[in-house]
DNA sequence: CGTAACCTTGATTAAGATCAATTCTCGTGG
DNA sequence: CCACGAGAATTGATCTTAATCAAGGTTACG
């Protein structure tokens, strides 16, 4: 399960937040990161854990999520491939890091976990990337943009939790991975707009704040008023502009 | 409502994101740095107007906070003197931030209002505020440790929200407070515990994603099962083990 | 002492969770 | 190619929590 080779500079450069790395900064954290593989289901650390260092997600798919006492779960964010995760805790207790001490009294703030098999995540090392930081203020720059990105978006989370009920929460989920989805590469056999979900009903109805019961039926509602279609893992949009509508 | 007189060092060294500043630097923020009084319920900027630039709380109480179509509100954060707020467009949009254009194109991401009469903020226009950056980059490290803190906040609070019934919210709030609560101040007429709201009923039910009726419900059964006891403003807590019990 | 803002309490309703039973889907081995 | 079984998804019946609607009570403050 565990290949303890480097990554490459060409995928690092890729990343965000490096994007502003030279040669030289990028063969340095070449160096320090590790790539570790999983299968679907593997945990990639509990929120129980001590802290080693943040997260590159190189290919698949991660969920950041939290367990409550009674065994229900809810999802925080999907991590897509070139997207970090776990950085918090490095800013958290920034002081308090050195190289050799990683971070032995602080733990990870919620748990991951891969949702593909053949999921590759690079490990950086905190104390490691502390380093690097200090020489480079250019990614702090980098770094604050993407916290930015991720308030926003846990904002918005909120907003839709507190503000909006499961039928409004779905309809805009789809509403949202249809503007976002690269227009280019859709099927020929659908002629209609659709989505293609990547992750499970269950962990989409988790991610939504909802159980899959609750998220089954909203789906048979949205269909039988004629907005969408359900076959599998495509949700075909029958009518966006009710389903913009319902979103609003 | 406005008077436009600048800060003072003194109170801007003691903001956490500036306490890195020197005197040079901070005679530069006190330059472009202006305060505004506010009374309760003054809406200090609407999620529609354009982004002119963050703001520090001065003195007194704001609230950040969202409104759904049909009028329900929610707190997303309470603001506290020498904090920030609205500082994420800054760094969403740095790239297109000049100090001509502050932020036509862009907007401010919730509402915030003054809930204390006499409230003072400090405007730090985006513009000028990019070109201190750019100067100082242990400012970004400082705001890169500050969005942490609010990333968590916000994780907690959906956590909360997902994975806690009303009961548990009220009881955590408490204990929360309770907790990060000033020792020294503590009335001699209350033996017990105790914690006093700076905020309505209303508000506080908001931010815990209820309604009023609720809360008032919620804290009549705490104070029935003898953990709390209500009085106006003031919350007594009789059963510190019992209420840790229920945030468990 | 009158009025407005704030809070409490009760009755009812609605949304969604839970429990339980099938059904569907898809990969694997015969 | 089919049968089997496991995991995923659907559907139905019921229950629970909290929102809504409505009325009355408290408090603060001019």
Not at 189 to 213: C, H, Q, R, V
Request: glycine share 6%; charged share 25%; no cysteine.
């Amino acid at each position: 399960m565990f290949n303890f080779i480097p990554v490459n500079t060409e995928t690092l450069k890729q990343v965000n937040i490096f994007s502003a790395l030279g040669e030289h900064e990028l063969d340095l954290l070449n160096d320090i990161t590790r790539v570790k593989s999983f299968n679907k289901g593997d945990i990639i650390f509990f929120d129980t854990e001590p802290y080693q260092g943040f997260y590159i997600v190189i290919k698949g798919l991660v969920k950041i999520y939290k367990i409550s006492k009674d065994g229900r779960e809810h999802i925080l964010h999907l991590i897509n491939p070139l997207n970090t995760f776990a950085e918090v805790p490095l800013f958290e207790n920034f002081e308090k890091i050195s190289e050799a001490t990683a971070g032995d009294m602080f733990r990870y703030p919620a748990n991951a976990m891969a949702l593909e098999d053949g999921t590759e995540t690079a490990l950086v090392p905190a104390g490691k990337f502390k380093g690097l930081l200090e020489s480079n203020s250019s990614i702090s720059m980098k770094m604050l943009s993407g916290f930015s990105k991720r308030l926003r978006h846990l904002n918005r989370h909120i907003e839709e939790l507190t503000l909006m009920d499961v039928t409004k929460r779905a309809a805009n989920f789809i509403y949202t991975e249809f503007i976002n989805k690269p227009k280019a590469k859709t099927e020929k056999k659908y002629t209609e707009p659709y989505i293609t979900l990547n992750i499970s009903k269950n962990d989409l109805a988790s991610y939504l704040g909802t159980i899959i019961e609750t998220l089954s039926r909203t789906f048979k509602k949205l269909q039988d008023e004629g907005i969408i279609e359900v076959d599998g893992k495509k949700i075909i949009i029958k009518d966006i502009d009710k389903l913009k509508k319902i979103t609003s």
